[in-house]
């Protein structure tokens, strides 16, 4: 059984950082692509940063370029997305996801089969 956790989430002030991990366990970690994604009070979920299956390859949101970078340790079998330079707007639920590949990093919300229960992160301005 595939179980996705998030850690890391909580409070703080605009400027600050934040880095959330997500331990994976019932998978073969190394054959799966991993996503985060987020969603807001009213909002749909959307993507913030995906990692190919190496870690060689990583696409970020635009609205988190710059800000944001997504790792992964194959031999813990986590993924963690370090944020930096926080906005308000950062303020949402955000969730850990995998999907079966290797090499093309995924986007799409409904690209990915697993997710986690998701981490609250609070940006105040």
């Known amino acids: 059984q595939v179980q996705l956790v998030e850690s890391g989430g909580g409070l703080v002030q605009a400027g600050g950082s934040l880095r959330l991990s997500c331990a994976a366990s019932?998978?073969?970690?190394?054959?799966?692509?991993m996503g985060w994604f987020r969603q807001a009070p009213g909002k749909e979920r959307g993507f913030v940063a995906g990692i190919n299956w190496s870690g060689g390859s990583t696409a970020y949101a635009d609205s988190v370029k710059g800000r944001f970078t997504l790792f992964r340790d194959n031999a813990k079998n986590t993924v963690d997305l370090q944020m930096s330079s926080l906005k308000p707007e950062d303020t949402a639920v955000y969730y850990c996801a995998a999907d079966r590949g290797l090499w093309i990093v995924k986007t799409g919300r409904d690209e990915f089969d697993y997710w986690g229960q998701g981490t609250q992160v609070t940006v105040s301005s």
């Open positions: 019932g998978l073969a970690f190394s054959n799966y692509v």
